[in-house]
């Protein structure tokens, strides 16, 4: 599976450039981040906004799922993060999101998230996913600062 790859840049993901070309990966951590970040994290996607309404959410929402709200990106670990106080309680809040806006993917690979709070103001996100047929986990690790509000580390392990 070919897909573009997306970097965070603190101020939402950007297309990372291979001389002329975008570059592309085979990996799924933009399905990760898409899920994460990618959606609308001030409500669930309606659908039936008007047509001059901006919407805040992925423009593949409408483009590609118009009719199927069940498979929309909404970011619900996003919105988590905004709303969720970063303690135990919290913490255990902002993963439930997380494994939620993940379920999709259980389809193609085992998933587990686990979420660390590392500060009172930092959390760490940790996807591991593991594909069929292949021995090699992957793991995709986001920090988020409350403070800025923004991704300020990825990395994939």
Do not use: C, H
Request: proline residues 1%; glycine residues 6%; hydrophobic residues 40%.
């Amino acid at each position: 599976m070919q897909d573009i790859v997306i970097y965070e840049t603190g101020s939402g993901g950007d297309l990372q450039l291979l001389g002329n070309d975008i570059a592309s990966t085979s990996g799924l951590f933009n399905m990760v981040y898409m899920a994460w970040f990618g959606g609308n994290p001030e409500a669930s996607t309606t659908g039936n906004e008007i047509v001059s309404e901006l919407r805040d959410d992925w423009f593949g929402n409408a483009l590609f799922f118009n009719n199927e709200d069940q498979i929309q990106f909404n970011s619900n670990l996003e919105k988590a993060l905004n709303e969720t106080a970063l303690d135990s309680a919290g913490r255990i809040t902002i993963e439930d999101a997380a494994k939620k806006d993940l379920e999709f993917l259980k389809e193609i690979a085992e998933v587990s998230v686990s979420v660390s709070i590392l500060s009172d103001n930092k959390v760490s996100i940790t996807a591991r996913l593991k594909e069929p047929e292949n021995i090699e986990v992957k793991e995709f690790q986001l920090i988020w600062d409350n403070l800025k509000n923004e991704v300020i580390i990825e990395k994939t392990i």
